[in-house]
């Protein structure tokens, strides 16, 4: 599976940006999804992971109840909205895939890593 995160860019506080990843590859819907960030000088933390079939999902407590994410197995695609953005969720943040269908998949476990965007969110 080959990612490529897309959508990153610069938004004001309060904001909203929306992250897709697209991926290629038959077994799209046969792995657990997730978005993770990482800010300067910081570990790359855990933002929110779908299931195979898009009925469940899991959220970062610093996200939670601002950030969406949903997959589209047609397309190959999963997104991350973004809303209330705030300064402190500036980062590149990044999709990832992993062969199993467990949403709470810790990070060093993920198969597959796409190419990071940058989201900056200015007060």
């Known amino acids: 599976v080959q990612l490529q995160a897309s959508g990153g860019g610069l938004v004001q506080a309060g904001g909203s940006l929306r992250l897709s990843c697209a991926a290629s590859?038959?077994?799209?819907?046969?792995?657990?999804m997730g978005w993770f960030r990482q800010a300067p000088g910081k570990e790359r933390e855990f933002v929110a992971s779908?299931?195979?079939?898009?009925?469940?999902?899991y959220y970062g407590n610093s996200v939670k109840g601002r950030f969406t994410i949903s997959r589209d197995n047609a397309k190959n695609t999963v997104s991350l909205q973004m809303n209330s953005l705030k300064p402190e969720d500036t980062a590149v943040y990044y999709c990832?895939?992993?062969?199993?269908?467990?949403?709470?998949?810790?990070?060093?476990?993920?198969?597959?890593w796409g190419k990071g965007t940058l989201v900056t969110v200015s007060s």
């Open positions: 990832a895939a992993v062969g199993r269908d467990s949403i709470y998949t810790p990070k060093y476990e993920y198969d597959y």
């Open positions: 590859g038959r077994t799209f819907s046969r792995h657990v």
């Open positions: 779908i299931s195979w079939s898009g009925s469940s999902t």
